[in-house]
């Protein structure tokens, strides 16, 4: 029995997505060596990597493929985590923590490899990512997060005050740096590619099909759904920002919060040409951050924090206004053709969770705003627990989930957080 779920809200990558395939709802038992619940990036490159390594694999979607984050977001591939190399090799230590250092700041290689190898029409451009910083504290910051990246052999470079101001086509900013690792695509065909390239090797895609209830049948796991169940003896779970409460507890480890976009129509060359001129996304350093790009067709897509409410609109985007009158004075008579928004899953140590949530029983989530790389990353970490890598051997603190303690106040404290980090912004612009 088909779900009633719903389709891709409107959004500027939902209309200039490649088409996705018709997959089917998940009907009747199916046999599988492992389940995976979500279709985003970390289901989808689970099952690309499961399948061509010989599994058999078999998702199932609640919605559509895509349909939560990773077909809304602003599909800049930015390396690395929250934290800087060093201070990760001080959290982490000496043995895991140059291996974390190496996996994330290698995750747009992992992005832009599968795009390659699978032929995925999704718009790539590998230009580098800007973080242009918007006051004298935050140069000072990400000057020393590009030394660190630099001494390990990454290639980033120290912008000064005139070349961030060309680069960004705009003058707001003191300096920055720029990560020529990251890039970005089009995020809904890129996830729609992945479904595709993972069906192609093997795997069986199922959409509309919400997993209801997860439960041990001898040594198996039955995943069941309203019209079918999966049994198969490892079971994953990508559902991050959209996490419920199929395992109990797990949707209580991140913290979802709204993240809003606006795009511009095509921007005719007199108004378009001096901005992001060479390609490069760019998040800046504000702590309520603003992210913005150009798309394939040359719109300008801005981003940032939003109230939690699922039904956002043109309304909640006067600070995406405020923020590119501010940046482009050129474009304040030109209005926001699109606005969508997700939910971003926060994690409260700010580093994404691989968990294990019971023996062949694994979740990852919880990219902090970084999952087009970490997600996909991730994706084939969990693909290769299933496959019997031991913990030790991911390159990722794998670890028991960890509820938030308090977890009904969180919403309160990250709302008065968010007024907070409003004033201290524009207290340190001044
Ligand atoms: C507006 C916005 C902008 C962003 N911008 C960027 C960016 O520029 N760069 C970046 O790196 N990251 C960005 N992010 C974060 C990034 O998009 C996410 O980290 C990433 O997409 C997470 O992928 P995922 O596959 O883990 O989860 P999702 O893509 O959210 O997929 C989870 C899926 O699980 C499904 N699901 C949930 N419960 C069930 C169930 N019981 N049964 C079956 N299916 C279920 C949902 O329907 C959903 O489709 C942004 C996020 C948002 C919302």
Known sequence: M?????????????????????????????????????GGFTGCAAALTLAER??????????????????????????????????LETMLGSELGPRVVAASGNSADEVFGLIDRHA?????????????????????VVTKRAEQWAKRGADVEILDRARTAHLIGGDIYLGGWIDRRGGNIQPLSFVRGLAAAAHRAGAAIHVRSPAKSLER?????????????IE???????????????????????????????????????LGAGILPEGQSASDTRRLLWYYRRDAQGRLVMGGRAPFREDLGPADAIHLRAAVDRLYPQLRTVPFEYHWAGRVAMTKDYLPH?????????????????GVGLATVFGRL?????????????????????????????????????????VRDRLEAD
Not at 15 to 29: H, S
Request: proline residues 10%.
């Open 2 to 38: 088909a779900s009633s779920a719903p389709s891709h809200p409107a959004s500027l990558w939902s209309a200039t997505a490649i088409p996705d395939r018709d997959w089917p709802v998940l009907a009747g038992p199916v046999h599988a060596d492992v389940a995976i619940v979500g």
């Open 54 to 87: 010989g599994a058999r694999a078999a998702l199932v979607e609640a919605n559509e493929i895509g349909w939560g984050a990773s077909g809304r977001t602003g599909g800049q591939v930015n390396p690395g985590l929250k934290y800087d190399p060093d201070e």
């Open 120 to 140: 995925i029409d999704c718009a790539p451009v590998r230009k580098g990512w800007i973080q242009p910083a918007f006051s004298a504290r935050t140069l000072q």
């Open 217 to 229: 049948r001898g040594n198996k796991w039955v995943v069941r759904t309203s019209g079918g169940e």
């Open 232 to 270: 198969a003896t490892t079971v994953l779970i990508g559902t991050n920002g959209y996490t419920d409460g199929l395992w109990p507890g797990l949707a209580r480890t991140v913290v979802p919060m709204m993240s809003l976009q606006a795009a511009t129509p095509p921007l005719p060359p007199e």
């Open 354 to 370: 691989l968990n294990e949530l019971a023996p062949n029983l694994w979740a990852g989530l919880g990219y902090n705003g970084r």
């Open 382 to 422: 969990l693909a290769e627990l299933a496959l019997g890598a031991r913990p030790a051997d991911v390159p990722f603190p794998v670890t028991a989930m960890r509820p938030i303690f308090g977890y009904p106040f969180t919403r309160v404290v990250a709302r008065a957080l968010v007024r907070y980090y409003r």
